[in-house]
């Protein structure tokens, strides 16, 4: 249910700026935080991902399987990287800095894809990044608490 | 038997699989457009709020933005009015001097120097308008005081207040005849009347006939006091002016010829 609210606040988002600017991936960095902070089956994660993107895809970008295929690729390779990391440096910079770095390459990809100016474009994603930070730092203290009383 | 690890690689591997093969074939697919159309209009209902929420937040910017430009649009007006409303006033009144000018009664006051303010000053009109030294100078009908010097086209004016001017008067309801005078500080004065003169307050004195420049009968003012003050070592009562010299905009000349014509 809090994957279905996630994917409707990205698009509500995209409903409400209507293009003018690109919408914030909090779908895709919820998914990164549960998936890297949780000990859910990474499975059902990708399939998640997979029909999330499926379905922006059919209502947004019209090129069915190309968001699809940028979050499970990004939640693989995320998770990837993550599962070299010990333990006592999974912090909660550290959640939010793999969170974001996949985010950032989604962005870059839909960026290419968007075709704007350059101006406008440096604009957009610029917004998109300011609007994800946040975010990014409350699940960061989220998993610091979690962390922290986990070790307590 | 396959671990949990590669269970994940091979579902992430065939998710992306998938994704590449809908990338390319999806264009393809007979009803691929069904499904789009289906989906948008079952998100649509969902997305309605926010889609009435940014029309609103739309229209309700642009009525600020009509606003602002209608404010905008409003002030350059009120500026256009005002430019055009003082250009109308100016070219009014540079009609009105022009008709004053053309007149052959009404001479404009064109300089009065503060040094001499109860002293003289100056109209635009001269010896080619006819006028000449000593003709009296009116404001409404009384008297203002009297052409000192002309020049082609400006004369000077004696004014009433000035202490060299001395004027015949008469008390027009005793018919003492006597003389006034002003002390240069906007006052006038009545002088040599006799010692049992029956004048007082209220009584109108007028010009006395006493040269062919000097008709009779113009107002000058009214008696304002009975106590007697000396000025130059004469006895003198004070006057009420009838002119008011210090809204001395426009006068006329005439000349006792004129006044019997």
């Known amino acids: ?152 | 038997m396959i671990n949990e690890i590669e269970k994940q690689w091979i579902h992430g591997l065939c998710a992306i699989l998938i994704s590449l093969l809908l990338l390319v074939f999806s264009s393809q697919l007979k009803y691929g457009g069904v499904v789009a159309d289906m989906s948008t209009r079952i998100l649509n209902i969902p997305e309605y709020p926010v889609r009435k929420l940014r029309e609103g937040i739309i229209d309700l910017s642009m009525w600020f933005h009509s606003k602002d430009r209608l404010y905008s649009r409003v002030r350059i007006l009120e500026e256009e009015n005002t430019h055009l409303r003082t250009k109308l006033n100016i070219s009014e009144a540079v009609s009105l001097a022009r008709q004053i000018d053309q007149s052959s009664d009404i001479a404009r006051v064109t300089f009065r120097a503060p040094s001499s303010w109860w002293s003289e000053f100056r109209i635009n009109k001269g010896l080619s308008d006819g006028l000449v030294p000593g003709q009296l100078v009116l404001q409404d009908g009384a008297l203002v005081g009297r052409i000192a010097a002309v020049e082609k086209s400006f004369s000077w004016v004696e004014l009433i207040s000035s202490s060299s001017l001395l004027v015949p008067a008469v008390v027009e309801e005793t018919r003492e005849v006597a003389v006034v005078a002003g002390d240069d500080m906007g006052d006038i004065w009545l002088l040599y009347l006799p010692d049992n003169s029956n004048a007082s307050e209220g009584m109108t004195v007028s010009t006395a006939i006493v040269n062919d420049m000097s008709p009779p009968g113009i107002p000058i003012g009214t008696i304002s006091g009975t106590d007697s003050y000396y000025l130059g070592g004469a006895k003198a009562i004070p006057l009420e002016m009838k002119a008011d010299l210090s809204r001395l905009y426009e006068v006329s000349a005439i000349s006792y010829e004129e006044n019997v014509n």
């Not at chain 1, 770095?101 to 440096?122: E, H």
Request: aromatic share 22%; with cysteine; net charge neutral.
């Open chain 1, 1 to 152: 249910m809090s994957y279905l609210c996630f994917w409707f606040l990205q698009d509500f988002l995209q409903v409400f700026l209507a293009g003018n600017i690109l919408v914030p991936e909090y779908f895709l960095l919820f998914l990164l935080y549960r998936s890297l902070s949780t000990e859910e089956s990474f499975i059902f994660f990708l399939w998640i991902a997979f029909a999330g993107g499926l379905l922006w895809d059919i209502r947004w970008t019209g090129l069915i399987g190309l968001t699809s295929g940028i979050y499970v690729s990004g939640l693989i390779m995320a998770r990837w990287v993550w599962s070299f990391i010990p333990d006592t440096g999974k912090t909660g910079f550290m959640l939010s800095f793999f969170i974001w770095f996949p985010i950032f390459f989604v962005s870059l990809a839909r960026l290419v894809v968007w075709g704007m100016g350059r101006d406008l474009l440096f604009q957009a994603f610029m917004i998109q990044q300011a609007c994800i930070i946040p975010v990014l730092v409350i699940f960061a203290v989220f998993h610091s608490r979690k962390v922290a009383s986990d070790n307590a």
